[in-house]
């Protein structure tokens, strides 16, 4: 079955970088589209990034741009999100999700129930 496996959070101070990664498992990771969204408390999940099964082809959500960064290594079936320059803002519960249909190129921020399989999440925290 489909497993995606978040890894990587913690806690780190305003102005730091952190790379989290998500392994992937139970399907072909090569023609899906896979996304990075976040989540505080009392709050939707947060469109952050998504890189498209067509390599080299990535969307970021507005409050991140130009911050982080999203890449896949297609041959260790793993995603990740280089966080630069983090803020307080950032904090929250980063989940890993993959695009309900395959061969699928997305374009712009997109909402989480256009996702259909989602990780356990990890918790990244930034203090000021």
């Known amino acids: 079955q489909v497993q995606l496996v978040e890894s990587g959070g913690g806690s780190v101070q305003a102005g730091d970088s952190l790379s989290i990664s998500c392994a992937a498992s139970g399907f072909d990771f090569t023609i899906y589209t896979m996304g990075w969204f976040r989540q505080t408390p009392g709050k939707e999940r947060e469109f952050v990034a998504s890189?498209?099964?067509?390599?080299?082809?990535?969307n970021y959500g507005d409050s991140v741009k130009a911050r982080f960064s999203v890449s896949r290594d297609n041959a260790k079936n793993t995603l990740y999100l280089q966080m630069n320059n983090l803020k307080p803002e950032d904090t929250a519960i980063y989940y890993c999700?993959?695009?309900?249909?395959?061969?699928?190129?997305?374009?712009?921020?997109?909402?989480?129930?256009?996702?259909?399989?989602w990780g356990q999440g990890t918790q990244v925290t930034v203090s000021s």
């Open positions: 999700a993959r695009y309900m249909k395959p061969y699928t190129a997305i374009r712009g921020p997109r909402t989480a129930n256009e996702f259909g399989s």
């Open positions: 890189d498209n099964w067509v390599q080299s082809d990535a």
